[in-house]
Nanobody, 128 residues
Framework: VPLQASGGGLVQAGDSLRLSCAAS????????MGWFRQAPGKEREFIAV????????VYADSLKGRFTISRDIAKNVVYLQMNSLQHEDTAVYYC??????????????????????WGQGTLVTVSS
């Protein structure tokens, strides 16, 4: 599943930004689409995932409420709306795709090593 992420940039603290991840190559019904981020010197951090088949979502507890994942089914695009951005949100943001799992095992979606497809990353810089 080729993925193309876009929408990053330089913003000020308190601003909002929406990232996009366009998927090509056919149906996403077997996949979950996730957003992660990686700051310099840190591990890749889970943000949110959307299960394409059901539309169900899972969020990292620390980011729920400020970040929202959504999709455009017709365009095969998944979005990440980020509000009230802080300097600590500065990172390269990645979208990834992996095969979906049973809802009872949804914790598995936070493991970036289980994602088989990645976009190229888009840099978000938040000035304080």
């Amino acid at each position: 599943v080729p993925l193309q992420a876009s929408g990053g940039g330089l913003v000020q603290a308190g601003d909002s930004l929406r990232l996009s991840c366009a998927a090509s190559g056919g149906s996403l019904m077997s996949y979950a689409m996730g957003w992660f981020r990686q700051a310099p010197g840190k591990e890749r951090e889970f943000i949110a995932v959307l299960v394409w088949f059901s539309g169900r979502t899972v969020y990292a507890d620390s980011l729920k409420g400020r970040f929202t994942i959504s999709r455009d089914i017709a365009k095969n695009v998944v979005y990440l709306q980020m509000n009230s951005l802080q300097h600590e949100d500065t990172a390269v943001y990645y979208c990834g795709a992996r095969t979906r799992v049973n809802w009872g095992a949804r914790d598995a979606y936070s493991d970036h090593e289980r994602y088989g497809y990645w976009g190229q990353g888009t840099l978000v810089t938040v000035s304080s």
